[in-house]
């Protein structure tokens, strides 16, 4: 098929197909008269890097899976990887929704009022931040950077 059936097929663009083959992610077409040729086993491909861009992969990520896709050890490697990778980015969300939560509900009027409420607010332990805040609001060293690394979260 022509890389125009082939783009029309996969829902790519015959551009992304021609870049694909420049960092070799896809081997190099068969030419007929100038024009590149593919057969069915590219629409495969392409499938799974656009799968491999929605779930997190890197195009130099998918071209090493790629050359390795024989070895299931290496699969299995990428794939534990990359639910490693997930499992720190959930964390990171779940902390972030608690504190906007906390925030969204405190009627505080100033940044050591919401940085109590927050720390009270689910018993986590925050100290690895360095936050410090006295049940009277008086701050203790490291708050005010300690609260700037929760809004970097």
Same mark, same amino acid.
């Given at each position: 098929?022509?890389?125009?059936?082939?783009?029309?097929?996969?829902?790519?663009?015959?551009?992304?197909?021609?870049?694909?083959?420049?960092? /070799?992610?896809?081997?190099?077409?068969?030419?007929?008269?100038?024009?590149?040729?593919?057969?069915?086993?590219?629409?495969?491909?392409?499938?799974?890097?656009?799968?491999?861009?929605?779930?997190?992969?890197?195009?130099?990520?998918?071209?090493?899976?790629?050359?390795?896709?024989?070895?299931?050890?290496?699969?299995?490697?990428?794939?534990?990887?990359?639910?490693?990778?997930?499992?720190?980015?959930?964390?990171?969300?779940?902390?972030?929704?608690?504190?906007?939560?906390?925030?969204?509900?405190?009627?505080?009027?100033?940044?050591?009022?919401?940085?109590?409420?927050?720390?009270?607010?689910?018993?986590?332990?925050?100290?690895?931040?360095?936050?410090?805040?006295? /049940?009277?609001?008086?701050?203790?060293?490291?708050?005010?950077?300690?609260?700037?690394?929760?809004?970097?979260?």
């Amino acid at each position: 098929m022509r890389i125009s059936e082939a783009a029309e097929r996969a829902g790519v663009l015959a551009t992304t197909i021609r870049f694909y083959e420049s960092i /070799a992610l896809l081997p190099e077409a068969h030419r007929v008269n100038g024009q590149r040729i593919y057969g069915p086993e590219v629409l495969d491909r392409l499938a799974v890097i656009r799968f491999g861009l929605k779930t997190g992969f890197s195009l130099k990520e998918l071209k090493s899976l790629f050359l390795g896709f024989g070895s299931r050890a290496k699969r299995r490697q990428a794939a534990q990887g990359k639910l490693k990778e997930l499992k720190g980015l959930h964390d990171r969300v779940e902390l972030m929704e608690r504190l906007l939560k906390e925030i969204s509900l405190c009627r505080c009027g100033t940044i050591q009022q919401i940085a109590e409420r927050v720390l009270r607010s689910d018993g986590s332990d925050y100290s690895s931040l360095g936050t410090r805040v006295s /049940a009277r609001g008086n701050q203790r060293s490291g708050a005010r950077t300690s609260f700037s690394k929760l809004r970097q979260l």
